[in-house]
């Protein structure tokens, strides 16, 4: 079975695939359990050497890579090399730091001597979204394989060319063959491959329902499990903040990736008192932004990921509309080929509106006007979803007061929610389960075994 990539920019075909059969991909997956049994036995330093080299691989193709991505999935190229460079430092902080967040412990026990040591588990499948196609595939398989894991990524089928590109980064980096594999396979295929006794754990970042169905199969079958799924992060906005400051953050949080990501700002929560200097800061640096050909450095905002896309946010606008919002900035299609929609701002809005109450994947942002912070957390939480949050206030010890309420996985305090290798990234409720990224990220995939010595009586 063959299927189509298309440029989103034009709308036009870039390139054709095969879809694997699935005795082609179970070939890989014995390959991939034959490799892991040698690369597991090897040294953390052994490992580290070759994620420096791949950051380098990464470092070196950066501009063929970032353009392969925008062309696939219409991330600006500015965005696009940035993500490729946050790979490549992401390889050089696990390099640096897996022997020290690997390190046997000591406990305190009825032993002798009694210590918990980190092992692999084995192969462990991602199956990855096309919204950061480097990013997110390497964010997973750094830390993973770091631990002593090998993997096996099913990408996305709007970024194909990505995901054998980096296999071939792999392969340069001179990885051993088969500890990084790419598929390009159906769903059955994937769970075939989920239920065989070869694989040992399975990633998954997409939306609540995949998760759901993954997270169910991986349970059927006794596999290890974690999912980074959709979010409704709040933007919250309190009566001392730096307005300007936090207008300006809040655009480039909403539009960022075209607002096509989980961890975007999608609800805009303000106190009364700020709502309506925010909302004015907020429309006017909006109005600002360049949206156009992705590929042009000066280029703010590219194209949604497809024809559906721009679709459902058109249905999004029209249904806030019908039910009072008034829209200060945007609203519609993009007068232009491909699949363009303009930065929008609702005002107005009701918790009825699904801008309000749906994860929006796309450069819409909902303003929501609260008497108080009380009244802001508790919107804030009013949602299935818990993946971040971010709060503007000048103090701080409200400021970490007011984190530890938010039924959230992370807390921004003056500044957007963002990934950062040293940091646990992960939610909670509908967001998902488990965590990437840091330390615990890192001891996902592990088994943690408790060894504990008696001394022999003579």
């Not at 412990?105 to 032993?111: I, L, R, S, T």
């Amino acid at each position: 079975m063959k299927f189509k990539t298309t440029n989103p920019a034009t709308g036009s075909v870039l390139a054709e695939y095969e879809l694997m059969t699935k005795e082609a991909v179970m070939k890989d997956v014995e390959r991939a359990h034959h490799a892991f049994l040698a690369w597991k036995k090897l040294s953390i330093p052994q490992r580290a050497q070759l994620f420096q080299q791949l950051a380098r691989i990464l470092r070196d193709h950066k501009e063929t890579y970032a353009t392969l991505m925008t062309q696939e999935m219409g991330k600006p190229i500015r965005q696009a090399r940035a993500e490729i460079e946050k790979s490549a430092w992401t390889c050089e902080v696990y390099a640096e730091k897996t022997a020290l967040w690997l390190k046997e412990e000591d406990v305190q026990a009825d032993g002798k001597k009694n210590i918990v040591v980190f092992e692999p588990l084995g192969v462990i499948v991602s199956i990855m979204p096309w919204n950061f196609p480097f990013w997110q595939a390497l964010r997973f398989a750094i830390p993973t394989m770091m631990a002593g894991n090998v993997t096996i990524l099913k990408h996305s089928n709007l970024v194909p060319g990505c995901a054998l590109a980096i296999e071939s980064a792999f392969r340069e980096a001179g990885f051993p063959e088969y500890v990084f594999t790419t598929i390009l396979a159906d769903h059955e295929t994937v769970q075939t491959m989920i239920a065989s006794d070869m694989i040992a754990g399975v990633s998954l970042t997409g939306s609540t329902e995949a998760g759901a169905r993954i997270a169910e199969l991986a349970g059927k079958h006794l596999k290890k499990v974690v999912l980074e799924l959709g979010g409704s992060d709040p933007f919250i906005v309190l009566d001392d903040a730096n307005v300007s400051e936090a207008a300006n953050v809040a655009v480039q949080a909403r539009v960022q990736n075209c607002g096509q990501s989980c961890i975007s700002a999608k609800r805009f929560i303000v106190t009364k008192s700020v709502a309506q200097a925010f909302t004015r800061e907020m429309t006017e640096t909006m109005k600002k932004l360049i949206v156009g050909n992705p590929l042009q450095d000066e280029t703010d905002v590219g194209p949604l990921s497809n024809e559906h896309a721009v679709t459902e946010m058109q249905t999004v606008v029209e249904d806030a509309r019908k039910k009072g919002a008034i829209v200060t900035v945007g609203g519609g299609r993009v007068d232009r080929q491909g699949f363009f929609f303009q930065p929008t701002i609702i005002t107005a809005t009701t918790p009825q509106m699904q801008v309000v109450k749906e994860e929006i994947f796309g450069p819409i942002a909902p303003i929501i006007v609260v008497k108080d912070e009380s009244e802001a957390i508790a919107t804030a939480n009013a949602t299935p979803y818990g993946l971040g949050a971010s709060i503007w206030t000048a103090d701080e010890k409200k400021a970490l007061k007011l984190a530890r309420e938010l039924e959230v996985g992370c807390v921004f305090i003056n500044t957007m929610v963002k990934s950062d290798p040293r940091m646990p990234f992960g939610g909670i409720k509908k967001s998902g389960l488990g965590r990437e990224l840091s330390k615990y990220g890192l001891r996902e995939f592990v088994n943690v075994k408790a060894i504990t010595l008696h001394e022999m009586k003579p």
